[in-house]
């Protein structure tokens, strides 16, 4: 499905005491995994017109396995041999775009923007799946069950990026780890580390939808 990048149109409200002075931008993926698809045309940077391509890395974990949505510029691309199969290793950042089907419905996308990527052998391959972020709650904390029981945190972090443009990351706290939000609120700044997870859930229309979250392990509020 070939899938076309719009302006962001998320509202992430902050409280009046959250401030842009001493930004950060901390964001750092690192992500080791199978090449599910062949990259795919994306778009075309504005300014530069360098051209920018999708493709999908699956990364085993304890829970199945995750599909990581993964962007290359054309130059990182040429210098790669990302075929079907292969095993890479990618060094970069956590990107959020809302992106528009061929049907015209939008949806919002998480990615991991490539900055360094090497193509390993099949011996050399250890599944890794880390993300690292400073950024601010935009959100209230929202705490729900599973059908099973189990007790999870979810918030919205805003963190941003160069040109002055910023990302919108949903997060979730497991049961045993909820304890490190209890004071956090909106307007807070945050560092967390965790891993991008994917999962699947039928939409309105009857078909399905791969929806990312990071699943925080570390969460410490800053001051």
């Known amino acids: 499905m070939l ?16 401030t842009k002075k001493g930004i950060t931008k901390m964001n750092e993926a690192s992500i080791i995994g199978r ?34 949505p993964i962007m290359v510029n054309e130059t990182l691309l040429k210098k790669s041999e990302l075929k079907e199969g292969k095993i ?10 809302n992106l528009k089907d ?4 939008t949806h919002m996308q998480k990615y991991v923007y490539a900055r360094k990527l090497e193509t390993l052998r099949d011996d050399e391959l250890e599944d890794e799946n880390v993300i690292s972020m400073e950024g601010w709650v935009c959100t209230n904390k929202i705490t729900r069950k599973t059908r099973d029981g189990n007790l999870y945190n979810k918030f919205i972090l805003k963190v941003y990026r160069e040109y002055g443009k910023a990302d919108y990351i949903h997060c979730v706290v497991w049961e045993r780890r909820t304890t490190s939000t209890r004071d956090i609120q909106r307007g807070d700044k945050v560092k967390l580390a965790g891993s991008l ?9 009857g078909g399905t939808r791969e929806v990312y979250e990071v699943s925080v392990k570390y969460l410490e509020k800053l001051v």
């Open 197 to 205: 997870r994917s999962r699947s859930h039928k939409t309105q229309e």
């Open 35 to 68: 090449i599910m698809e062949e990259p795919v045309f994306s778009h075309k940077a504005k300014v530069s017109e360098e051209s920018f391509f999708f493709t999908v890395v699956a990364v085993k974990s304890k829970r199945g396995e995750d599909h990581i």
């Open 88 to 97: 890479v290793k990618i060094m970069g950042q956590l990107h959020s775009i």
């Open 102 to 105: 061929k049907d015209d419905n």
């Open 3 to 18: 899938l076309y990048i719009i302006e962001s149109s998320l509202q992430c409200t902050m409280t009046n005491n959250s």
